[in-house]
Each structure stands twice: as C-alpha cells, then as structure tokens.
C-alpha cells in the first residue's frame, strides 16, 4: 500500500529530475516550442513542492490533488493545464483513502491520462506527451519501471513524427526530427514515479 | 441596460493584446451603456503565457449574475479556461467560446451590451467564424 509520504517522494523526486533536466526540456522546446518547458515546468514544480511543504495533505489523493492545482496556476504554458489534469484527476480518483494499493493507483492514473487525452484533443501519434504516458500506462501492470521505461521509448519514438498539437503543429513537416519535450517531461514524472517505488 | 449584463472575459498570451482588443471591443460597442470587459493577458512576471488566476479573477470581477463569456487565443489560453471550468474556479454560469479571438470580442462585447443573454452571447461570436475576407 502507498500512502502520503509516498506521493510527497514521488512529487519531491518529479522536482528534482525537473531541475535537473531544465536546460534539456528547454532546449527541446527550442527548434519546435516556444523555447520555456524547461523553465515553465521548473517554476510550476517549484511551487509544488513550497505548496505540499506548506500544506498538510494527509492521503494521496489531496497530496497530487494539491500538487494539480499548483501546476494549472503556476506553468503559465499549455504543460501547466495539462499536466495539472493529471495530476488533479489521478488524485480524486484515489479519493480520500489514507493509503492506496498499487492496483487502485494503475486505475487512477488511466483516468487520469484520459483526462489528459480529453483536455487536449490528442491522442497518441500526435507528438505530445500522451506518446509517453499512454505506453506507460499500459505498463504499470507490470512494474513501475516498465511503465518509466515504455514512457522513455515513448518519448524517443515521437522524434520521427510530425506535430499534429499545439505550437509546433504550425511547423508542419519541420517538427519532424526533433523528440517532443512534452513527451521527454512526461517520461521523467514516469521515472521519478519508479525510482520512488524502487527506493520503499 | 436593465438587469445584470453579460460579462466577458478576453485571455491572451499578451497582456497588452489582451488590453487591446478589450479596448477595440469597448469602442465598437460605445454608443450607449457597455458590457463590462476583462483582460485576462500574459504571466504575473509580465511575459508572455497564462496565468490562470488572473483568468478567475477576471471573471469574478465581471460576473453580474448574467453569465460570463471567455474568449482566449491559443494553446495554454484555452487548455487553462477549460482546466478551470472542469475544477468549478470560474463562475457558475461562465463559458468558454468558440471564436475568433478579435472578431468574436467585438461580436460577444456589442451582444453582451445589447443586453443579450449568454447563449445569444455565444451565438454572436461564434457567427465571427463565417464571415470571409476573400
């Protein structure tokens, strides 16, 4: 069963592999974005972590709930809304239970990919972040880290695809070449998610 | 106008767009009483992007018991109005349009100081899609 904390970890380590792959995710975003996943991600992970800090968020569900919230007010960019969806979705659906089976989680994170799906209008193929969440999702009934691990494959095949979402759908045949950085941050909150489950 | 209006909300990834159209919008719908009108534009550091509680709290300023149409640009724009509406932050009766982001501005603004209710509203700016400039 994982209960509060573990979602924390799970947040706490998202944080950090944020940080740590800013540069990346922005210079991902440069020749197709807007050039500021990297950065709007970090501000937005950033108040996640001073928000759960701050708050006493006592199960899992109030813990990513709070967490969703905090992303939609805070990015500033189209990652902020959708990755808030998920976060904020996967979080009602865990409901109010002090502790959750890993079952009960997988379940809660399709809805909360599903939301994601809907928000956006996308579905995979599209060069989005749905490219690593969807594979990762079918995953989690096998492990975390092959959840992490399809999420990371997911992100890797977007490089050949042609931008059917969001800024760099304008592009039109230039986006194709470049690995999306919405998929490459999706791939990172996969592999915080597994490292913090390998760790307990 | 009698009774409570329309409000409307104008979302940009540009405070200063967001601020314009809502003064094009005031000054095509001038000529008698105008509906209250919101720039919901740019990040709190000034840049360019989204801040969704800029967005709530433009709608709460404008919302007068009529209803509430929000009209947005692109991408995050639109994502967040919609995060928004799904989390219950915005007033009950706010909407989020399908329109052109100027062209539907001008129709939701002169609509909405008509008098016109939110769906009328709605219908105004949505019409902004057919008109054809060639």
Do not use: C
């Amino acid at each position: 069963m994982r209960d509060a904390q573990f979602f924390r970890r799970w947040m706490t380590v998202a944080a950090a592999a944020v940080e740590r792959e800013a540069d990346r995710l922005t210079e991902l975003d440069s020749p197709i974005g807007d050039a500021d996943h990297g950065s709007n991600l970090l501000r937005g992970f950033t108040a996640v972590r001073a928000a759960l800090e701050a708050d006493s968020a006592a199960s899992p569900g109030a813990v990513l709930t709070l967490a969703g919230r905090t992303l939609i007010s805070t990015v500033g960019g189209a990652s902020g809304p959708l990755y808030g969806t998920l976060l904020r979705r996967t979080g009602k659906e865990l409901g109010e239970a002090a502790e959750v089976s890993d079952d009960a989680l997988r379940k809660a994170l399709y809805a909360g990919v599903g939301a994601v799906a809907q928000l956006g209008g996308a579905a995979p193929g599209d060069k989005t972040m749905l490219d690593a969440l969807v594979p990762a999702v079918a995953e989690l009934g096998t492990s975390y880290r092959a959840a992490a691990d399809a999420a990371e494959n997911g992100a890797r095949a977007t490089v050949p695809m042609l931008a059917r979402k969001g800024r760099a759908s304008y592009l039109g045949e230039r986006s194709i070449g470049h690995q999306d950085p919405g998929a490459t941050s999706a791939a990172l909150l996969l592999g915080a998610l597994a490292d913090v489950a390998e760790a307990s | 106008m009698s009774g409570p209006v329309v409000g409307i909300v104008l979302v940009s990834h540009s405070a200063r767009v967001a601020e314009s159209v809502a003064e094009l919008a005031r000054g095509l719908a001038a000529g008698g009483p105008v509906a209250a009108v919101a720039a919901a534009g740019g990040t709190p550091d000034g840049g360019l992007g989204t801040d969704a509680d800029r967005i709530a709290a433009a709608a709460r300023e404008v919302d007068a018991g009529a209803g509430v149409a929000l009209l947005a640009d692109l991408g995050s724009a639109v994502l967040t109005i919609k995060a928004l509406l799904v989390e219950d932050e915005l007033p009950p009766d706010a909407r989020l349009l399908d329109a052109p982001f100027l062209e539907g501005a001008v129709a939701a603004v002169v609509a909405a100081s008509a008098g016109a209710p939110l769906d009328a509203v709605a219908a105004a700016a949505e019409e902004a899609y057919t008109y054809r400039k060639t």
